[in-house]
């Protein structure tokens, strides 16, 4: 009789009177003894109790786990089905059992005093991905896999968790018409109305359509998400080497998209520009939202009177590396909660066009509104570019031009 076998004979004469397979008398125990399947680690505890005695033999019809395991093979097959519609390096496959299974196994080991059991799920799970192994061609994967087979056990129904996938990159954005990401409609939400003309939304277009449907299609996904490092005003462009972004496909059927041909497609609308496409994790969503990136801007501005180029230059230069109290502007605070906020200006360069109209190019730190920190926007913006010049300033266009930002070079 083998060791571990003799350690838990005395353990093992109750759950083996209970009308248990082979199998699941095997889980009991299922942490002892290497190399065997359940099967017959139950085969070999009938068997010592045999010859010590004691006759129990394994039930037609299991009391614990009603005989699922001999649908195993017809479980691997659906789920094969399933997994070969969609593309994957991996799988891991899931299931799930009927509670009631799970509460009596749970009952069995507390009665028994079982502790080196192993869950059916668990062995489920293992011998169901053996079955599948050979039928996908693909790996194993458990800590992240691409997709998962999970198999309702009660219904035989698989149904596929598929990982999205993440392409990460930079835009440009060259209309002051189209915003970054999809914007309902206000009216209906995006159901459709009159107002919307039925789109549901406010917007024929954004940055984020125009790649994503494109990804969409090409990768067979259901939804796409964009995930952009900050966001610039829809009457602001985003111009230089653009503002960093991910895009998130949901349920891909297709994983490795070729990306130059996505950045082929998606550039040749002249609404918006796409670079630097590549692979991204998940991961990357979570470090661009967390970014506060430095911005550089460039912004025309009207002045009320006329202005004097030395005057000019010289209130731009005395904006370095100044602190500013930004109370949330007038425009947003139907939406913000009303705070101060402390700002940098980092610099200010400013460029005569005419004789109430100069370009101020300047940078500033992640999150300080530009307009009001040149116009005051009423005292909220404290010291601002029109406080300082002694003569009330508008930004009529502002573009973003830098984004002060380096990806690494690779997920
Ligand atoms: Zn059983
Ligand atoms: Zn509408």
Redesign the pocket.
Same mark, same amino acid.
């Given at each position: 009789m083998e060791e571990w076998i003799k350690g838990i004979l005395d353990k093992a004469r109750g759950p083996a009177e209970r009308g248990?397979?082979d199998? =699941?008398l095997g889980r009991m125990f299922g942490k002892l003894g290497t190399g065997m399947t359940n099967d017959v680690r139950g085969k070999k505890i009938r068997e010592a109790l045999s010859e010590a005695g004691k006759t129990a033999p394994a039930s037609e019809t =299991?009391s614990?786990?009603?005989?699922?395991?001999d649908m195993m093979n017809r479980f691997a097959a659906s789920a094969a089905e399933k997994i070969r519609c969609v593309e994957s390096d991996d799988f891991l496959v899931g299931s799930r059992v009927e509670p009631e299974i799970s509460d009596r196994e749970k009952s069995l080991w507390e009665e028994y005093g079982l502790d080196n059991a192993e869950a059916i799920k668990t062995e489920l799970n293992r011998e169901i991905g053996k079955l599948v192994l050979p039928l996908v061609n693909r790996r194993v994967e458990f800590k992240n896999p691409q997709i998962v087979a999970c198999i309702d056990t009660r219904f035989a129904d698989v149904v596929l968790d598929i990982a999205p996938i993440f392409i990460s990159g930079r835009y440009t954005k060259n209309s002051r018409e189209i915003p970054q990401t999809i914007w309902p409609c206000r009216s209906c939400k995006g159901r459709g109305c009159e107002r919307c003309g039925g789109t549901g939304k406010m917007y024929r277009t954004s940055v984020q359509e125009i790649i994503g449907d494109i990804a969409l299609e090409m990768s067979g996904g259901e939804e796409h998400f964009f995930h952009g490092m900050g966001r610039e005003d829809i009457d602001a462009r985003m111009l230089g080497d653009g503002r960093p972004f991910v895009l998130e496909i949901s349920r891909p059927k297709i994983r490795n998209i070729d990306l130059e041909e996505l950045g082929r497609r998606a550039n040749i609308s002249d609404l918006a520009g796409y670079a630097r496409l590549q692979p991204a994790a998940r991961e990357t969503v979570q470090r661009y939202k967390c970014a506060d990136p430095d911005k550089t801007y460039k912004a025309r501005v009207r002045v009320d009177g006329k202005v004097n180029k030395a005057r000019l230059n010289e209130v731009a230069l005395s904006f370095k590396n100044v602190c500013i109290d930004q109370r949330t502007p007038h425009r947003v605070e139907h939406r913000r909660a009303d705070l101060v906020r402390k700002r940098e200006i980092r610099w200010v360069e400013a460029e005569i066009i005419g004789d109430d109209v100069f370009d101020l190019t300047l940078n500033a730190e992640s999150g300080t509104y530009i307009k009001e920190f040149v116009s005051g926007d009423g005292g909220r913006t404290n010291p601002s570019f029109s406080g300082v010049l002694g003569a009330q300033c508008a930004v009529e266009t502002l573009d973003v031009t830098a984004i002060n930002y380096q990806e690494p070079m690779r997920d």
């Open positions: 248990l397979c199998r =699941c =299991c614990l786990c009603e005989n699922v395991f």
